[in-house]
C-alpha cells in the first residue's frame, strides 16, 4: 500500500471510531444549521480533526482542504488531502446508519490516493492513481452495462439547489423509464464507491462539492468507470454536476439528460 495511502485509511478508520461511539449516543449530538437543509454537527467537526491530526503527523507540510475548517494551507501545496469526514449527515442524524468517511489525495493537482470508509458495515473502499481500486483488499470493478435496461442508478436530490427541481425531475422521470429501479441513499461519497464495486451502475447528482467527490471519482476510475459534468465534459469539480458509470453506459445516461439541460446546469 502506498505509505500515504496508508495513512489516509487510518485517518479514516479513527473517523470512523468517532462517528460510531456518537452514532450509539445520538441523543448527545449537537446539530447545527450551517445553511438552508444544511447540518453540522460536533461529530462532523471531531471526526475532521482526528483526521487532520493522523495526516499532520506524518506529513506536518501538506495542505488539507477539509469540509468544516476549510483550507489549512502547508508549505507543500502540491500535495493536497480533501477530506469529508461525515458525508452523509442527516443520515446519521435520523439514525440511519449510511454515511461514510472520504479522503482523497491530490499530487499537482492529480487525484492520487483515495479512501472511503463506511464505519457501520466495515467497508474499506480504496484507490491508488494507477493501480486499480479494492474493496476490504479485492479488486472491484464498474459493471459494463450497454444501455439502461436492467440498471440502478443511485442519484440525490438538489434540496440545497430547488431551484433545479423541474430539470431534475425531468432527468429523473427520462431516466427511470428506462431504468430497472433508482437509488437516492443519502451519502453521494458511497454512492460512487458503490458505482466502483459496481453495486449500482451508475450516479448523477447536481451541485456537489470536491470534498463529496474526489475519492470516488479515483475509485471509479481506477474501476475502469468514467466521471464527466452534465455535458460529458471535466467541468464536475467547479460546477457539482457529476455523472458516473461505466463508459457505454454514462453516454446513455448523458444522451437521456441533456434535453433537460438548463443553461446554468451547462456551465
Do not use: C
Not at 461525515?86 to 490516493?113: E, R
Request: glycine letters at 8%.
Amino acid at each position: 500500500m502506498h505509505p500515504m495511502l496508508n495513512i489516509a485509511v487510518r485517518a479514516a478508520r479513527s473517523a470512523g471510531t468517532v462517528i460510531v461511539r456518537a452514532f450509539e449516543q445520538l441523543d448527545k449530538v449537537e446539530i447545527e444549521s450551517k445553511g438552508t437543509n444544511d447540518f453540522v454537527t460536533n461529530v462532523d467537526t471531531s471526526a475532521e480533526q482526528a483526521i487532520i491530526n493522523t495526516i499532520q503527523k506524518s506529513y506536518p507540510d501538506h495542505t488539507i482542504i477539509a469540509e468544516e475548517s476549510g483550507i489549512t494551507a502547508g508549505k507543500d501545496n502540491d500535495i493536497q488531502w480533501i477530506i469529508d469526514p461525515l458525508d452523509g449527515t442527516t443520515n446519521f442524524v435520523k439514525g440511519i446508519p449510511h454515511f461514510a468517511v472520504s479522503i482523497a489525495i491530490k499530487v499537482k493537482g492529480k487525484l492520487d490516493q483515495a479512501v472511503i470508509y463506511d464505519p457501520i458495515r466495515g467497508d474499506l473502499f480504496t484507490a491508488s492513481r494507477g493501480k486499480g481500486a479494492q474493496l476490504n483488499g479485492f479488486r472491484i470493478r464498474v459493471k459494463q452495462h450497454n444501455n439502461l435496461t436492467g440498471s440502478i442508478l443511485a442519484t440525490g436530490f438538489p434540496f440545497k439547489h430547488k431551484q433545479h427541481t423541474d430539470a431534475y425531475l425531468d432527468m429523473f422521470k427520462t431516466l427511470f423509464k428506462k431504468t430497472a429501479d433508482m437509488r437516492r441513499a443519502g451519502s453521494a461519497a458511497l454512492d460512487l464507491a458503490y458505482v466502483a464495486a459496481g453495486r449500482v451502475d451508475g450516479f448523477f447528482e447536481i451541485g456537489l462539492k470536491p470534498w463529496d467527490t474526489a475519492a470516488g471519482e479515483l475509485l471509479i476510475i481506477e474501476a475502469g468507470g468514467l466521471v464527466t459534468d452534465f455535458i460529458g465534459g471535466h467541468g464536475h469539480e467547479k460546477s457539482g454536476n457529476i455523472v458516473a458509470s461505466s463508459p457505454k453506459l454514462l453516454k446513455e445516461i448523458l444522451k437521456d439528460i441533456r434535453p433537460h439541460l438548463t443553461d446554468s446546469l451547462k456551465r
